[in-house]
């Protein structure tokens, strides 16, 4: 059964920093590159941040890249997401996601995700980021 959990969300000043997690169970973490997804109130999900199964590559959306740094640990099955320099419209829940062996195309990625895609899987519950302005 696979079981996929985020934490570390909190509420933070603007100009703050966070660092959430993403922990998986149940499947072969080191197989698949994963993803941080988010979604405000009244909006869509988007796409944050890719990291490949090897951590050999990653990508960020415009929107956060120079502020968020994705990173793994495949030997503790945990992907995180630090957050630096945050910004009220980072406000989110904060998801995390399995997007298959390697991260989408570069194209895709700057368009959308494709999502909802079912490629997609291992969805936690998220984990709440607030930022105060």
């Known amino acids: 059964q696979v079981q996929v959990v985020e934490s570390g969300g909190g509420l933070v000043q603007a100009g703050g920093s966070l660092r959430v997690s993403c922990q998986a169970s149940g499947l072969t973490f080191n197989d698949y590159s994963w993803a941080w997804f988010r979604q405000a109130p009244g909006k869509e999900r988007e796409g944050v941040s890719c990291i490949s199964w090897s951590a050999g590559s990653t990508y960020y959306a415009d929107s956060v890249k120079g502020r968020f740094t994705t990173s793994r640990d495949n030997a503790k099955n945990t992907l995180y997401l630090d957050m630096d320099n945050l910004k009220p419209e980072d406000t989110a829940m904060y998801y995390c996601?399995?997007?298959?062996?390697?991260?989408?195309?570069?194209?895709?990625?700057?368009?959308?995700?494709?999502?909802?895609?079912?490629?997609?899987?291992?969805w936690g519950q998220g984990t709440q980021v607030t930022v105060s302005s």
């Open positions: 996601a399995a997007v298959g062996r390697v991260c989408p195309r570069m194209q895709t990625m700057q368009t959308g995700w494709g999502l909802p895609n079912p490629k997609y899987h291992s």
